[in-house]
């Protein structure tokens, strides 16, 4: 089989459709100190890069991926390429929609 | 070495006290199909046998009780035990003082 050309990888990062996303897979995916620590840094937001979320969790690239694709996947990130850099937020309209409250308990500080 | 004799066996079954309920750990155990739907029967705060959890959810008791124990450990779900029967209660007024809004996203009625 040949070699898939570059010009045709798929250009589009896949996010689960708003109402595809479920609240089991949130839970299991966010009940992760490290992605959960990811959720708390997109809190107010804004988007960050991947690299920036990497460096504010002194991870290396490999790592960082791995847990921004699981949030991706399970429909609590949104990842927005742009040239070289991936910049990440917190789907927190379709969350809030979805789950409401579940976006706050997440965030809240732990008393 | 000597087989511990039954009578020392501990009688008491551990659950963790409130302030170490840790969410990333609440998270992670809810975030099962299984575990969520265990909450959900538990969500009118009356407990309920391990038998009828277990019928109601068409368990074998082994499985049933695997759940049970990740939810106790957790600290998701009290387990008091009289006679030969395990009762089951979700630690609503923990979890809720830990986590406000948590339990009240797990048993919402997704849409």
Redesign the interface.
Known sequence: MPAMPTAVRPSKIPHPEADAIE???????????LR?AIVRLLADGAEQSCAALQDRLGLPPSTGSYHLRLLREAGVTRTRPAGTQRYISLRRDDLDR?????V???I?D??
């Open positions: 609240l089991a897979t949130v839970m299991r995916t966010v009940g992760d100190p959960l979805r789950f409401p409250g579940l706050d308990v997440l809240r732990e008393r």
